[in-house]
């Protein structure tokens, strides 16, 4: 009888931990400074997928924050209300079909894609790699070159760094990112592939900085990884690369503080 309660309180503990990961949850705490985005807006509108909310919601309003036209895909039944608050205009098509990027890309005058895309879900069928794909193609045959891509730490050569409960309960995820960071990598395209651990609410800290160093694993904030995602969009030298977006303050989910 002792060894199935084991098993069991194990489990709850299992549980508890990977509630904690993906639901967001986090202390109330002050906060640091958030440092200014670079000020660059090029020509031609950014396309944001997945800017309807979370992580690319965030990303939508600093782009409009400095000016920048912004395009938002949107599903037939998303809400769009919080993006085109800001300014942003509403491409309706789903990600999934091929047809609705070239439609969206025919209109002329994207010159980025940033693409957060991805499922609350764990179960079920993905759009991160298919998705991503389709709007790779797009882009490719559009002449759009510049596509910075949210991954995730666990995909490609970052699965070592992945906690153990992310690599039990995301087994699904991290194949469909990593397929979407090689094809897009073998694409041609001027790339950025950032890979946020942990993601989690709140307003940005600002302490959260890009890395090569595919060991670096923590749980950051939606806003930072916003403030970021930015950031690589203007920077040239972001191109070609793989980065860990990484908070060293926060290298375990125990490590975050409470106030
Ligand atoms: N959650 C985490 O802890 C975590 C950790 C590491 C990495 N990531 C990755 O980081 C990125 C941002 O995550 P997040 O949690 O901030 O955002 P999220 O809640 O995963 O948002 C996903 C976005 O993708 C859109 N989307 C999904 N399927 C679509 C489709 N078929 N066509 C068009 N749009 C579609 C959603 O639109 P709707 O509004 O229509 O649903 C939503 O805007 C994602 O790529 C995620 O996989 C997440």
Redesign the pocket.
Request: glycine fraction near 20%; aromatic fraction near 0%; charge should be positive.
């Given at each position: 009888m002792r060894y199935p309660k084991t098993k069991m309180f194990l489990g709850l503990i299992a549980a508890a931990i990977l509630w904690i990961?993906?639901s967001?949850i986090e202390p109330d705490r002050a906060d640091a400074g958030l440092a200014p985005v670079s000020t660059q807006p090029g020509n031609g509108a950014v396309l944001v997928?997945?800017?309807?909310?979370?992580?690319?919601?965030e990303i939508v309003k600093l782009l409009r924050a400095r000016g920048d036209d912004v395009i938002v895909?949107?599903?037939p039944?998303?809400?769009t209300a919080d993006a085109e608050s800001t300014g942003a205009r509403i491409a309706r098509?789903?990600?999934?079909n091929p047809g609705d990027f070239a439609a969206i890309f025919a209109g002329g005058g994207i010159r980025a894609v940033v693409?957060?895309?991805?499922?609350?879900s764990l179960e079920g069928p993905r759009?991160?790699f298919e998705?991503n794909r389709n709007a790779i193609d797009a882009a490719k045959a559009a002449g759009v070159s510049r596509y910075v891509l949210?991954?995730?730490?666990g995909a490609g050569d970052s699965w070592d760094t992945a906690p153990w409960v992310a690599q039990q309960f995301l087994k699904n995820?991290f194949p469909e990112?990593t397929r979407a960071e090689d094809y897009l990598r073998a694409s041609g395209l001027a790339y950025t592939i950032i890979?946020?651990?942990?993601?989690l609410e709140k307003e940005a800290q600002g302490r959260v900085y890009l890395t090569p160093d595919t060991g670096a694993m923590s749980w950051i904030r939606?806003a930072d990884?916003a403030r970021l995602s930015v950031q690589a969009l203007d920077d040239p030298d972001a191109i070609g690369q793989v980065y860990h977006a990484h908070d060293p303050d926060r290298t375990r989910f125990w490590s975050i503080p409470l106030n």
């Open positions: 990961v993906v967001g997928i997945g800017g309807t909310r979370a992580t690319g919601l895909l949107a599903r039944d998303s809400k098509g789903d990600a999934m693409s957060t895309l991805g499922a609350r759009p991160d998705g949210v991954s995730v730490i995820l990112k890979r946020p651990g942990g993601l939606r990884l």
